[in-house]
């Protein structure tokens, strides 16, 4: 089983006992907005938990999904997605969800800060993507805070479900030699 932690925070593995407070924020309107993958039913929740749970960090072409406890209250409070991509595993895609309850508490910027350093150093990753929707700024001010650089801007690239209108995506990247 995958273990990252900080002083406050605990990354692992997603379990079955996750599928509710997965569900609870991954099916808030203003978390799905900006999730390419749109929960909307507790069964949507199990089968993404499900699927996701034994995954193992380094696994070349599939997402693996790191739920965020925070220890002092022994809480799933989101998740942080890596996937390796290529045959050499050597660049990286990483997103990040967390409930808007504990928003704006350094939880994603410490967890992903964790991911990234992890990445870089045991798995000597290159290069590590994240595609985000311009709309969300505190997703955009985290990217920024690691040293991730806008690399490239998608006009009207995706339908968003929720507002119903095409929207931009912006994807960034971030070096090894620029983290370390």
Request: aromatic share 8%.
């Given at each position: 089983?995958?273990?990252?932690?900080?002083?406050?925070?605990?990354?692992?593995?997603?379990?079955?006992?996750?599928?509710?407070?997965?569900?609870?924020?991954?099916?808030?309107?203003d978390v799905a907005r900006y999730q390419s993958s749109r929960l909307y039913t507790l069964e949507d929740a199990k089968l993404f938990v499900f699927?996701?749970?034994?995954?193992?960090?380094?696994?070349?072409?599939?997402?693996?999904?790191?739920?965020?406890?925070?220890?002092?209250?022994?809480?799933?409070?989101?998740?942080?997605?890596i996937k390796l991509n290529g045959k050499q595993a050597k660049i990286g895609d990483i997103g990040y969800t967390v409930n808007p309850a504990?928003?704006?508490?350094?939880?994603?910027?410490?967890?992903v800060g964790l991911v990234l350093k992890t990445m870089f150093t045991e798995f000597d990753v290159h290069k590590i993507m994240a595609t985000i929707d311009?709309?969300?700024?505190?997703?955009?001010r985290l990217l920024i805070h690691w040293g991730f650089?806008?690399?490239?801007?998608?006009?009207?690239?995706?339908?968003?479900?929720?507002?119903?209108?095409?929207?931009?995506e912006y994807v960034y990247g971030l070096l090894k030699n620029e983290f370390l």
């Open positions: 089983m995958i273990k990252l932690e900080t002083e406050r925070l605990l990354l692992r593995q997603l379990q079955d006992e996750d599928v509710e407070a997965v569900y609870a924020y991954r099916s808030d309107p699927e996701l749970k034994e995954t193992q960090l380094g696994t070349v072409g599939e997402w693996v999904q790191l739920g965020i406890i925070l220890k002092n209250e022994q809480k799933l409070v989101g998740d942080v997605g504990y928003q704006n508490r350094g939880i994603a910027k410490e967890a311009p709309r969300n700024i505190a997703s955009e650089h806008k690399e490239a801007v998608f006009r009207k690239h995706y339908w968003d479900k929720i507002d119903q209108a095409w929207q931009d």
